[in-house]
């Protein structure tokens, strides 16, 4: 240890008032998107005699002496002050969860003080998320719950930390409502994720939190087979030292501001590091993902211009219909269910896979016979990827979907969407996609054709309002609208003068979200109102 016990006392409320405690942030990642969606944020002491101390050397210390309030007291006031700095320069933001111990919410009045805090600085408190720990439960629910109410009742999110790490995890899941779940990976032992029991526990836990409709973030994420695992079970948003260390606040805030925003996550996917041979281990892991977390798949073995089924899943049969079993599809020759054409297709799929090494895809029709039901024609989309080869033999792991309705579909509506299109060229509505983090736009047909807009317009609205399309007096107005959108407004409208011959037009945006309240896309639209 750097510090005795003694020392860390003697020392915290000089090295507090010096500012040698600094706040370090660790990204939160969405697997599906690549973005970065939050942080957490963590105090690092950094000594002018001994450099950075482990917190595990002071923290303990802090709380067993009721010191700890002062010091996240201060993180939090550290947090605000980043994040005003940030909206101060129209940065991009996300939010950024703080950790609380117990200490913090037995001591009376701790929470305004906080909420003092924030409103001192002006910040949202959907900006702020707040960590409470399983363990915190333990030692009185009846305090947690209290203080987790006060927070909802000010708007802001509350976490439940280290998931897993306790004994108590569902009865407070059970009698407090929190908004985030974060789940310990650290809880699963080294290797377990790999067997049947670790496996099935860390999938019921996040089923359950489905069930609860609480979004799930894992910590600890450490291992290309860890995210690999938990990106099949639905676990999307992740935090560990694979995706990043926490960094200081200059590291961050360049995180945040730079190109690299939602590009460092390596795009993993479920198959890259896979064993084939553990395929045929009723026990393994890679089994469990086969039987329950992926949709119908199959895995094949191709070998001189011929395929043949080894496996399929349960999930496959139900997508090729026609009560197929599993003896007959595995005993059957696909190809012989093709067309020429079709069958040309298929095999030079395969062929391109093993040439690129990388995923690829096909659309076949097939002709299924059945006992029961008669021959049917079906449409299905195949998904290749390379999992073993050989001399004489490569093996594939293909998902499919049937897509016949679409297929049908699209051909009834092509008629449709003919007559669809005439009428739209009568109405006076114009529609567009906003992206809000990239600030991209991509147009209707009738914007592209009437006002000569191209299908993707960056860093809108600004190159519009240089094009005269939304004249000067409403252009901060309309910049403001966007600001608004990207700070969580769900709708706005209003009747606006557009084009140099200020023609009326009422024009509205409704915003989407995703599942941990950020603002992902707004819908626009302007309608003409000078013939209404």
Same mark, same amino acid.
């Given at each position: 240890?750097?510090?005795?016990?003694?020392?860390?006392?003697?020392?915290?409320?000089?090295?507090?008032?010096?500012?040698?405690?600094?706040?370090?942030?660790?990204?939160?990642?969405?697997?599906?998107?690549?973005?970065?969606?939050?942080?957490?944020?963590?105090?690092?002491?950094?000594?002018?005699?001994?450099?950075?101390?482990?917190?595990?050397?002071?923290?303990?210390?802090?709380?067993?002496?009721?010191?700890?309030?002062?010091?996240?007291? &201060?993180?939090?006031?550290?947090?605000?002050?980043?994040?005003?700095?940030?909206?101060?320069?129209?940065?991009?933001?996300?939010?950024?969860?703080?950790?609380?111990?117990?200490?913090?919410?037995?001591?009376?009045?701790?929470?305004?003080?906080?909420?003092?805090?924030?409103?001192?600085?002006?910040?949202?408190?959907?900006?702020?998320?707040?960590?409470?720990?399983?363990?915190?439960?333990?030692?009185?629910?009846?305090?947690?719950?209290?203080?987790?109410?006060?927070?909802?009742?000010?708007?802001?999110?509350?976490?439940?930390?280290?998931?897993?790490?306790?004994?108590?995890?569902?009865?407070?899941?059970?009698?407090?409502?929190?908004?985030?779940?974060?789940?310990?990976?650290?809880?699963?032992?080294?290797?377990?994720?790999?067997?049947?029991?670790?496996?099935?526990?860390?999938?019921?836990?996040?089923?359950?939190?489905?069930?609860?409709?609480?979004?799930?973030?894992?910590?600890?994420?450490?291992?290309?087979?860890?995210?690999?695992?938990?990106?099949?079970?639905?676990?999307? &948003?992740?935090?560990?030292?694979?995706?990043?260390?926490?960094?200081?606040?200059?590291?961050?805030?360049?995180?945040?501001?730079?190109?690299?925003?939602?590009?460092?996550?390596?795009?993993?996917?479920?198959?890259?590091?896979?064993?084939?041979?553990?395929?045929?281990?009723?026990?393994?892991?890679?089994?469990?993902?086969?039987?329950?977390?992926?949709?119908?798949?199959?895995?094949?073995? &191709?070998?001189?211009?011929?395929?043949?089924?080894?496996?399929?899943?349960?999930?496959?049969?139900?997508?090729?219909?026609?009560?197929?079993?599993?003896?007959?599809?595995?005993?059957?020759?696909?190809?012989?269910?093709?067309?020429?054409?079709?069958?040309?297709?298929?095999?030079?799929?395969?062929?391109?896979?093993?040439?690129?090494?990388?995923?690829?895809?096909?659309?076949?029709?097939?002709?299924?016979?059945?006992?029961?039901?008669?021959?049917?024609?079906?449409?299905?989309?195949?998904?290749?990827?390379?999992?073993?080869?050989?001399?004489?033999?490569?093996?594939?792991?293909?998902?499919?979907?049937?897509?016949?309705?679409?297929?049908?579909?699209?051909?009834?509506?092509?008629?449709?969407?003919?007559?669809?299109?005439?009428?739209?060229?009568?109405?006076?509505?114009?529609?567009?996609?906003?992206?809000?983090?990239?600030?991209?736009?991509?147009?209707?047909?009738?914007?592209?054709?009437?006002?000569?807009?191209?299908?993707?317009?960056?860093?809108?609205?600004?190159?519009?309002?240089?094009?005269?399309?939304?004249?000067?007096?409403?252009?901060?107005? &309309?910049?403001?609208?966007?600001?608004?959108?990207?700070?969580?407004?769900?709708?706005?409208?209003?009747?606006?003068?557009?084009?140099?011959?200020?023609?009326?037009?009422?024009?509205?945006?409704?915003?989407?979200?995703?599942?941990?309240?950020?603002?992902?896309?707004?819908?626009?639209?302007?309608?003409?109102?000078?013939?209404?």
């Amino acid at each position: 240890m750097f510090f005795s016990p003694e020392e860390v006392l003697e020392k915290f409320p000089s090295a507090l008032k010096a500012g040698e405690f600094a706040v370090y942030y660790q990204p939160q990642f969405s697997h599906s998107t690549g973005r970065l969606i939050g942080s957490e944020a963590l105090v690092r002491w950094i000594s002018p005699e001994h450099g950075i101390v482990p917190p595990l050397d002071f923290i303990p210390v802090l709380e067993e002496n009721r010191r700890i309030p002062e010091l996240d007291a &201060y993180v939090f006031e550290q947090v605000c002050r980043f994040l005003r700095k940030m909206l101060d320069k129209n940065l991009s933001v996300v939010r950024i969860s703080v950790n609380l111990s117990r200490c913090d919410v037995i001591e009376p009045d701790f929470i305004q003080r906080l909420e003092e805090i924030r409103q001192k600085y002006k910040i949202p408190s959907n900006l702020i998320h707040i960590e409470i720990t399983e363990t915190m439960i333990v030692h009185g629910a009846k305090v947690v719950m209290n203080s987790v109410d006060q927070f909802h009742a000010l708007n802001y999110k509350v976490e439940m930390d280290d998931f897993g790490s306790g004994y108590s995890s569902l009865a407070a899941l059970k009698d407090i409502r929190f908004d985030v779940l974060k789940l310990d990976m650290n809880f699963i032992p080294d290797g377990a994720i790999g067997d049947h029991r670790g496996g099935i526990i860390l999938s019921s836990v996040v089923r359950m939190a489905k069930w609860l409709k609480l979004p799930v973030i894992a910590e600890g994420v450490e291992t290309v087979e860890q995210a690999d695992f938990l990106r099949s079970i639905g676990c999307d &948003y992740v935090q560990g030292y694979l995706y990043s260390k926490p960094m200081p606040e200059q590291d961050y805030e360049k995180l945040l501001n730079g190109a690299t925003v939602g590009a460092i996550v390596p795009q993993m996917k479920l198959l890259d590091s896979l064993d084939a041979n553990r395929f045929w281990n009723p026990g393994s892991m890679e089994s469990l993902i086969f039987n329950h977390f992926v949709g119908g798949s199959a895995i094949i073995d &191709y070998h001189d211009g011929q395929v043949e089924v080894l496996r399929v899943n349960q999930k496959y049969l139900r997508e090729m219909g026609m009560n197929q079993s599993e003896k007959n599809l595995i005993r059957s020759n696909p190809l012989s269910t093709m067309s020429a054409a079709d069958r040309e297709l298929y095999l030079k799929t395969l062929d391109a896979v093993i040439s690129t090494k990388t995923e690829q895809e096909c659309e076949t029709w097939r002709e299924l016979q059945s006992a029961c039901c008669g021959d049917e024609k079906v449409c299905i989309r195949s998904s290749f990827q390379l999992i073993g080869e050989c001399e004489v033999s490569r093996q594939f792991f293909v998902s499919i979907r049937n897509i016949t309705k679409e297929k049908l579909q699209i051909q009834s509506l092509s008629e449709s969407e003919r007559k669809f299109r005439m009428a739209s060229e009568q109405a006076n509505i114009y529609c567009w996609e906003y992206w809000v983090e990239k600030k991209e736009m991509r147009p209707c047909f009738r914007c592209m054709r009437d006002l000569g807009l191209p299908p993707l317009i960056r860093n809108y609205p600004e190159p519009v309002i240089r094009s005269g399309l939304f004249p000067a007096e409403v252009a901060d107005m &309309y910049r403001d609208w966007h600001r608004q959108i990207a700070a969580g407004v769900k709708s706005l409208e209003a009747v606006i003068p557009l084009t140099e011959n200020r023609i009326p037009f009422r024009v509205r945006y409704t915003t989407e979200f995703d599942d941990l309240g950020k603002p992902v896309r707004a819908y626009g639209s302007a309608e003409c109102m000078e013939n209404n």
